[in-house]
């Protein structure tokens, strides 16, 4: 379990790609930078999105992990 503590948290549970990766992002804009988003999402597609959307928009991804057919991701706003 991750000891890093979100300001924000979003449940994207039972949604498919694209919908986790753009709430993500709809989630990410109104924050300020460093803070954290916690995401948990159920779409095994999700780890390589969320990588790629890391990737692609400077957010980090500070931390994930899987268990119990979820996937949680931690993301640091830039």
Not at 7 to 24: I, S
Not at 32 to 44: F, I, M, N, R, W
């Amino acid at each position: 379990m991750s000891q890093i503590s979100p300001d924000q948290e979003l449940d994207c549970r039972g949604m498919n790609c694209p919908l986790p990766v753009l709430k993500t992002k709809k989630a990410l804009n109104p924050m300020e930078g460093g803070q954290v988003l916690k995401v948990t999402a159920t779409d095994p597609g999700s780890v390589a999105d969320m990588a790629a959307f890391s990737r692609r928009t400077g957010n980090e991804l500070v931390d994930q992990s899987q268990g119990d057919g979820e996937f949680v991701f931690f993301f640091r706003r830039k």
